[in-house]
């Protein structure tokens, strides 16, 4: 379980690319004040530094600008999650506490050799995955999260060893804010709908959930456009193994973040500057049933940002169906 959050919380934090680093350029605040700043909602400001996060006690219900300061060396996210009354402390840590130490004489498997099969427990699907915020280091990190009354966890990725804290929100959700996107994704089982026209330059979009299951967006830029076939190949090719000829390896790609995992209803903002180019989008939550990852049951999405002037093809992902053929597109 802690590795499946530990894998999800590295995703929100842009690490899985020796690229990572370079969605600096498109983080918002690099350049002068940010979009988001200027919807004028209520912020919710944390730090992290020291090894420990640093987030006031309370905060009125609603959205909430989320400004994250990351005084470490390295880049770091945080992830909004409430669990369901009743939960334990020992059952939070266990998913949220670092990852125990092998015991001497361990073998590979019990050390994380082998990988983990079968859903997560049912805990996992119960909880409320509110969404996350990245920030590399001297750059604040930005997203606009709905926070509903109650107790909520900010937690890190398990692997830094960093506590989660707890943040209390109170009073009655206000009324959703009144926010411009330049673009509305809807994450649905196992579909992401996007517009049919994306636009350059810097941007809000909007993210909501609509499936049943909690989703994500991890947003890549590759070299070209990818087929559905290809990024399937990608997604099956074992760890350390360079694609088939002609197929772009991965590590050309530009991870350019997204949302952290978020819950049925829930809605966030964040901002980007999408520079014209190819772009590939995938949710890597697993599934409750098999615990496959839902990119592999199709939540994949092919998508470009032309140069102002010219048109380009419409996004494509394969049927949203639950047995489907991924070289099938559907716009």
């Given amino acids: 379980m802690r590795k499946i959050i530990s ?45 420990a996060i640093q987030a006031p006690t309370e905060i009125a219900a609603g959205d909430v600008l989320v400004v994250l300061d990351n005084q470490l060396e390295a880049p770091a996210g945080l992830t909004f999650i409430q669990f369901p009354e009743g939960t334990t402390e020992e059952e939070i840590m ?72 707890k943040i209390q929100v109170t009073g009655e959700t206000a009324a959703p ?53 290809e990024v399937n190949i990608l997604l099956e090719l074992p760890e350390d193994e360079l694609p088939p000829e002609g197929v772009p390896n991965p590590a050309e790609f530009q991870d350019m973040g997204g949302v952290a995992p978020i819950s049925q209803d829930q809605t966030v903002y964040f901002e980007m500057n999408l520079e014209p180019g190819a772009y590939v989008a995938i949710c890597f939550m697993p599934d409750k049933e098999t615990g496959m990852p839902h990119a592999m049951k199709g939540m994949v999405v092919v998508f470009e940002v032309p140069e102002q002037g010219s048109t380009v093809e419409p996004p494509a992902s394969p049927m949203p169906v639950e047995d489907h053929d991924m070289g099938t597109p559907t716009t």
């Fill in 7 to 51: 894998a999800l919380m590295t995703l929100v934090v842009i690490l899985s690319s020796p690229l990572g680093i370079l969605a600096q350029d498109a983080t918002p605040g690099a350049s002068g004040p940010s979009l988001l700043s200027q919807a004028g909602l209520p912020e919710l400001n944390l730090t992290i530094a020291n090894g």
């Fill in 177 to 229: 804010a009144e926010i411009t996107a330049a673009a509305e994704i809807e994450l649905e089982n196992f579909h992401f709908n996007f517009p049919a026209e994306l636009s350059a330059g810097q941007q809000i979009w909007k993210v909501t959930n609509s499936g049943d299951q909690p989703h994500e967006m991890f947003i890549t830029k590759t070299p070209r456009r990818l087929t559905l076939d």
């Fill in 94 to 165: 266990m998913i949220l506490g670092p990852p125990p130490e092998p015991e001497a004489g361990a073998s590979p498997a019990a050390e994380g050799g082998e990988e983990e099969s079968g859903p997560p427990p049912p805990l996992f699907y119960e909880m409320t995955w509110g969404g996350g915020v990245f920030a590399v280091p001297g750059v604040p990190g930005e997203v606009v999260v709905s926070l509903t009354p109650g107790e909520w966890v900010i937690a890190a990725d398990p692997e830094t060893a960093i506590a989660p804290v």
